[in-house]
Antibody
Framework: QVQLVESGGGLVKPGGSLRLSCAAS????????MTWIRQAPGKGLEWVSY????????YYADSVKGRFTISRDNAKNSLYLQMNSLRAEDTAVYYC???????????WGQGTLVTVSS | QSVLTQPPSASGTPGQRVTISCSGS????????VNWYQQLPGTAPKLLIY???QRPSGVPDRISGSKSGNSASLAISGLQSEDEADYYC???????????FGGGTKLTVL
């Protein structure tokens, strides 16, 4: 069965960096787009970034553009999110999701919590 | 302020039918398909409806989606206590070059 497992979250000071990982299994990872979505405590869902199956096309939300970098390693069935210059407003649970395009985000990980605080 | 507009709350009694609206614009709902997600307390979101009205396997047919112009709706009939959750609509936005979500609707089963 499809499994997505995020890791790498934790407590970081403002201005710091963190790298999130998402390990995928149960499907042909290289065939799928992938996406990061976050949810601040008690708030709604916010799309963060998208990467195409080959990694050649990437999009970012304006709120993270220039600070976050999405990447993938199809040989390792893994998705990454490098987060730099972190701010308090980046505090959230970060989910990776399999992106089926018009078919929606059909599988989600359990999420990893990122807390930005001094 | 979310790009897609949803009512913050909705409610109904067991067995009733409730609808949740999602309003957008020509750059998102008006030109791309809408997906709906259900988030039960303390869990990751789950895909409920894709491509405006399609149900993934395992989603009961008492749950349905529709779209007209720049708006979409999610309907849940035969309301059950396990339907109590947060519901989000989402669509690709051609102007923003990104996915946009509604603010979410908290459904309460009275």
């Amino acid at each position: 069965q499809v499994q997505l497992v995020e890791s790498g979250g934790g407590l970081v000071k403002p201005g710091g960096s963190l790298r999130l990982s998402c390990a995928a299994s149960g499907f042909t990872f290289s065939d799928y787009y992938m996406t990061w979505i976050r949810q601040a405590p008690g708030k709604g869902l916010e799309w963060v970034s998208y990467i195409s199956s080959s990694g050649s096309t990437i999009y970012y939300a304006d709120s993270v553009k220039g600070r976050f970098t999405i990447s993938r390693d199809n040989a390792k069935n893994s998705l990454y999110l490098q987060m730099n210059s972190l701010r308090a407003e980046d505090t959230a649970v970060y989910y990776c999701a399999r992106d089926g395009g018009s078919l929606g985000f059909d599988h989600w990980g359990q999420g990893t919590l990122v807390t930005v605080s001094s | 302020q979310s790009v897609l507009t949803q009512p913050p709350s909705a409610s109904g009694t067991p067995g009733q039918r409730v609808t949740i609206s999602c309003s957008g614009s020509s750059s998102n709902i008006g030109s791309n398909t809408v997906n709906w997600y259900q988030q039960l307390p303390g869990t990751a979101p789950k895909l409920l409806i894709y491509s405006d009205y399609q149900r993934p396997s395992g989603v009961p047919d008492r749950i349905s989606g529709s779209k007209s112009g720049n708006s979409a709706s999610l309907a849940i009939s035969g309301l059950q206590s396990e339907d109590e959750a947060d519901y989000y609509c989402a669509a690709w936005d051609d102007s923003l070059n990104g996915q946009v979500f509604g603010g979410g609707t908290k459904l309460t089963v009275l």
